[in-house]
Structures are given as structure tokens and as C-alpha cells.
T-cell receptor
């Protein structure tokens, strides 16, 4: 079963704006990962944050994790049309099994 | 590095036939491979986890006799959809975890679109 819930389900912004997506989960985790999926394609790993970390950066991406609230957020700064995709959070436990959230469809308008 | 391929990328088959999908790790040894199914505009659902040389572990509700998984080598896992029906039409994605790098990171294949007519 999917334990991750993401909001918003869909987000439409203009190029140059920032995009924020949120993910909530229910059980204890070892790590949380964010993936991107272009329509009809496989997943691209974006960033992994461990349960003992609170914030992580990678280029224009910033991920936060609040284990007390069981939530995470993904911020994409200065968005580009090429960022248009579905974004999924996935929670990992000690056995490396991933449970995916429902995803956020991001549309960046040029 | 860490490239995973799938073959075929898309397949159309008739109801009642069987279809085999291959998942290969091209530049690393995959000790564990995962098979997911994704319906349109939905998330990925884990179907099974396979470790090289042992039987796959299926998620609750996934029929192991219908979705046969073989992980015979450290670079190849196959998913066979037996006696396919239209409701099996979906996007099937595999991922692999190797012995190097983060133990938590999975590398995903490009997916296989199955359409059963």
C-alpha cells in the first residue's frame, strides 16, 4: 500500500517561479527520496535524505524532512519548462524497499 | 554509471498469451531487483522483490503464479505475465540495487508499456 501522500496533486507555475511539493507519510522511515518521471518514462533519482538529516540541497533542489511531523518538502527554485514532470516521494525502510507517494504533476509554463 | 535497461519498451499482446519483460543492469551487479506496476496517472506499486539466485518475494495481492519473476544472474531479471488479460495492461518498471554506492538507492529502468487486447 502507498503510505505517502503528496500535495498538491497538480501544480502549474510560470518559468522562473519556485515550485514546492509536499509529502507526508505514516510509518517510521530510514530515508526519504524524491524522484522525477517524465510522461511515459522511467524514474530519475533526484535526492535522498536520511532520517537523521533535516535539509539537503542539490543544485536548484532543496529538500527538507521533518520526522516529527512525518513530512518532507521538495523545493525547485527558478523553475524551467524542462522541469515539467511528475514528482514522487518514496520512503525507504531498513530493507531498501521503497513505498511511493501519489505524486505531484508539475507544469512549468514558458 | 548505474544504468538499467528494459526490453521491450512496449509490447502489444492478445488476451491469454504470455509476455516476458527483461530488466538488465548494464554497468553494475544488481543483487536485488524490484518490479513495479504503474497505471495511468497513478503512482508506482511494488509488485515483488527479487534477490539473485533466490525466489522472489511478492507483495500482498500480487499473484505469483501470474507474474513469474526470475533473477538468474546479477545483471538480469525477468518478469513474465502469464495468460495476460486486458486488466494487466499497464506500465511495468524495474529497478535495481547494487553492491556499491548507497544501499538505499535504486536505479530505475525506462519502463515497459504492456497493452493486452
Amino acid at each position: 500500500s502507498q503510505q505517502g501522500e503528496e500535495d498538491p496533486q497538480a501544480l502549474s507555475i510560470q518559468e522562473g517561479e519556485n515550485a514546492t511539493m509536499n509529502c507526508s507519510y505514516k510509518t517510521s522511515i530510514n530515508n526519504l527520496q524524491w524522484y522525477r518521471q517524465n510522461s511515459g518514462r522511467g524514474l530519475v533519482h533526484l535526492i535522498l535524505i536520511r532520517s537523521n538529516e533535516r535539509e539537503k540541497h542539490s543544485g536548484r533542489l532543496r529538500v527538507t524532512l521533518d520526522t516529527s511531523k512525518k513530512s518532507s518538502s521538495l523545493l525547485i527554485t527558478a523553475s524551467r519548462a524542462a522541469d515539467t514532470a511528475s514528482y514522487f516521494c518514496a520512503t525507504g525502510t531498513s530493507g531498501s524497499r521503497l513505498t511511493f507517494g501519489e505524486g505531484t504533476q508539475l507544469t512549468v509554463n514558458p | 554509471g548505474a544504468v538499467v535497461s528494459q526490453h521491450p519498451s512496449w509490447v502489444i499482446c492478445k488476451s491469454g498469451t504470455s509476455v516476458k519483460i527483461e530488466c538488465r543492469s548494464l554497468d553494475f551487479q544488481a543483487t536485488t531487483m524490484f518490479w513495479y506496476r504503474q497505471f495511468p496517472k497513478q503512482s508506482l506499486m511494488l509488485m515483488a522483490t527479487s534477490n539473485e539466485g533466490s525466489k522472489a518475494t511478492y507483495e500482498q495481492g500480487v499473484e505469483k503464479d501470474k507474474f513469474l519473476i526470475n533473477h538468474a544472474s546479477l545483471t538480469l531479471s525477468t518478469l513474465t505475465v502469464t495468460s495476460a488479460h486486458p486488466e494487466d495492461s499497464s506500465f511495468y518498471i524495474c529497478s535495481a540495487r547494487g553492491t556499491q554506492g548507497s544501499p538505499y538507492e535504486q536505479y530505475f529502468g525506462p519502463g515497459t508499456r504492456l497493452t493486452v487486447t
